[in-house]
């Protein structure tokens, strides 16, 4: 048998990914090793312990102890080409320390006109002020992002899909162009996770995973997580350092408890979510689902060619109505509690207005847009609760 993790199959390493004999200590899962201090034997012991490489050896605390090193551990055997990973207490901060790893005053940065909001702040924000140029793009550009690429031009961001309104970005290609141009391409990959798309295998150099979602799983724990293609991993590490950046033992603990369901958790959020999207999609108050699996979704046939399976979290827009009578929808649900973030086991319901933060791209639909994360639950329940929710829908909505 092979000792690289990564010629396992995909469910096996999510199950024994990370579990070093070392680690482990004779236990199923890595324990929890909580430390500030670690002590050393003499000071000829502190002195040559600080000159050496830290990786994978106990420090000090904000280095992170076996807890930490055996979730970035499953986290890189599960993209295959990964070089390391770097831990998150949230997956904003992991997008932070990422985007501050590679760009550089002077420097402009691409990011898709559906990304993440504060995704979006954070070029507006925090990078501007530190100089760094940020242009907004068509999700669905494609290779015509080669037209945008300009001298100062030194990472494009992706996300895909975007998570309120689900275009699916055609990441080969972006990647081809960038890496013609010597351009770090980052790659927000919570929706699909390496399971159902191994981002660094297909080229891209940094793969974000917000592991508050589908990695954590309970919706219980902010992590966050960015695995780096060959020969990235030294300068994020060194970023995620100077920043202070550590993850808590126990919030590490509960994202290995998580990761090691994920695949059976999300192969049925995948088939939950398709059975109500296929369901919405043939009721008449909606106007449109944006599925990436569906035809009906921006960027369908690029999610076709590139991804292993879809996940829990898709929106719908309504025919018709306004901002109360969608109100009314949401508040008539009993299964779908109403909150931000997704990927836990139950069902949530929100309403988002991508158009507020867009200024590449004018997105446009019949009606206001819901957007549902699929949980655990029996579909069947869920469908029927949606059903109602049309139902009180449709009166209000006259
Ligand atoms: C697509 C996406 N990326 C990143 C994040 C940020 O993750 P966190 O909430 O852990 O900071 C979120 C949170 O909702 C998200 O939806």
């Not at 807890?67 to 997008?95: K, N, R």
């Not at 290779?143 to 895909?160: D, H, K, Q, W, Y």
Request: with cysteine.
């Amino acid at each position: 048998m092979s000792d690289d993790p990564h010629d396992l199959r995909p469910d096996t390493r999510v199950v024994t990914a990370g579990r070093r004999p070392e680690w482990t200590a004779g236990v199923v899962n890595t324990p929890v090793w909580r430390a500030s201090t670690i002590l050393y034997d003499d000071v000829a012991h502190l002195r040559a312990s600080g000159a050496a490489d830290t990786h994978h050896r106990l420090f000090y605390g904000r280095r992170g102890t076996p807890t930490q090193w055996s979730l970035a551990d499953a986290l890189t055997s599960l993209e295959p080409g990964a070089e390391g990973t770097f831990l998150y207490p949230s997956g904003v901060a992991a997008i932070a320390a990422c985007l501050l790893a590679v760009l550089s005053p002077g420097d402009e940065l691409l990011v898709p006109d559906s990304a993440y909001d504060p995704t979006r702040s954070m070029a507006t924000g925090l990078l501007k002020r530190f100089g760094i140029a940020a242009r907004f793009y068509d999700p669905l550009i494609g290779e015509g992002i080669a037209e945008l690429v300009g001298p100062n031009t030194r990472a494009i961001f992706m996300e895909s899909p975007g998570s309120l309104t689900f275009e699916v970005q055609d990441v080969p290609a972006i990647v081809a162009v960038a890496k013609s141009r010597g351009i770090a391409t980052i790659l927000d990959n919570t929706w699909a996770t390496p399971l159902f798309f191994p981002a660094i295998g297909k080229g891209v150099d940094y793969s974000i995973l917000a592991c508050t979602k589908y990695v954590v799983g309970h919706s219980d724990v902010m992590l966050g997580s960015v695995t780096a293609g060959s020969g990235r991993f030294a300068a994020l590490r060194e970023t995620s350092f100077q920043l202070g950046q550590v993850t808590s033992p126990d919030d590490a603990w509960l994202g290995s408890r998580g990761l090691r369901t994920m695949s059976v958790r999300l192969r049925q959020h995948q088939a939950s979510a398709l059975e109500v999207a296929r369901w919405l999609a043939a009721q008449p108050e909606v106007s449109r689902v944006l599925h990436p699996a569906l035809a009906s979704c921006p960027g369908h046939k690029t999610f076709a060619r590139d991804f292993l399976g879809s996940s829990g979290l898709f929106s719908f827009a309504l025919q018709g109505g306004d901002e109360r009578s969608r109100a009314t929808l949401i508040n008539a649900l009993d299964h779908f509690g109403i909150g931000y973030s997704w990927g836990g086991y139950e069902s949530l319901a929100l309403p988002v207005d991508p158009a507020r933060h867009r200024s590449a791209t004018t997105p446009d639909f019949a009606g206001p847009l819901i957007r549902l994360q699929i949980g655990l639950e029996d579909p069947a329940d869920l469908i029927a609760d949606l059903a109602r929710g049309l139902a009180a829908f449709r009166a209000a909505r006259g």
